[in-house]
């Protein structure tokens, strides 16, 4: 299996600007989550689905952020207007199942955004 | 990706060595306790997790130990090599919750 795909790899944008991030989850598995990582923060989970629903976007920093997954292969994070602020390397992670006990997330290389 | 910055926590080990890498929690209520490793540049990796009923875990070269009187939660590194090197993440979830909430990270050097 390919693992986690995130594309680009590499976004570099004006402020102002739209951004959007691409996944493509693992084959199979039914839960998608778009993760923020930075040097203050850390990371962050902003969203994440269950058979393609979004279940809990409470990390979602603000309006000016929207995900969707219109199926079970992918998914995309938008930023729009982008602001410096939202520099960051963005992750997408998958995992199977909604069973008891911990199921393992599988995560992208991430998406390195950086915003002028 | 890294979490690399001012405030992360560094650990320096001689290769061979044993390495220990410590995390406090916060929330009571958390079910599972996850260890991920981060190399420069990847996304984070699974390594091992635990339930909250249990105090040891075992897994190749790995040992998770977890106190819940202290809300403390370790990660042991047997014989460290140079691959090791990596920020290391321990996480938490409540059993029914997918929402993981990750710590800050330590970076683990690893001197050859």
């Known amino acids: 299996d390919a693992g986690v795909i995130q594309s680009p790899r590499h976004e570099v944008t004006e402020m102002g600007q739209e951004v959007t991030l691409r996944c493509k989850p693992i084959?199979?598995?039914?839960?998608l989550f778009w993760y923020r990582q930075t040097m203050m923060r850390g990371l962050e989970l902003l969203i994440y689905?269950?058979?393609?629903?979004?279940?809990?976007d409470s990390g979602m920093p603000e309006d000016r952020f929207s995900a969707k997954m219109p199926n079970a292969s992918f998914s995309t994070l938008k930023i729009q207007p982008s602001e410096p602020r939202d520099s960051a390397v963005y992750f997408c992670?998958?995992?199977?199942?909604?069973?008891?006990?911990?199921?393992?997330?599988?995560f992208g290389p991430g998406t390195r955004l950086t915003v002028l | 990706g890294e979490n690399v910055g001012l405030h992360l926590p560094t650990l320096s080990v001689q290769e061979g060595d044993n390495s220990i890498i410590n995390c406090a929690y916060s929330?009571?209520?958390?079910?599972?306790f996850i260890w991920y490793k981060q190399e420069s540049g990847k996304g984070p990796q699974f390594i091992i997790d635990i339930r909250s009923n249990m105090d040891k875990r075992q897994g190749q070269r790995v040992t998770v130990l977890l106190n819940k009187t202290v809300k403390h939660l370790s990660l042991q590194i047997a014989a460290t090599q140079p691959g090791d090197s990596a920020v290391y993440f321990c996480a938490e979830t409540e059993e029914g919750y997918q929402k993981v909430t990750f710590g800050i990270g330590t970076k683990l050097q690893v001197i050859p």
């Open positions: 084959s199979g598995h039914n839960s």
């Open positions: 992670a998958s995992s199977f199942g909604w069973t008891s006990g911990y199921n393992e997330q599988f």
């Open positions: 689905f269950n058979n393609n629903v979004p279940i809990d």
């Open positions: 929330n009571s209520a958390s079910d599972y």
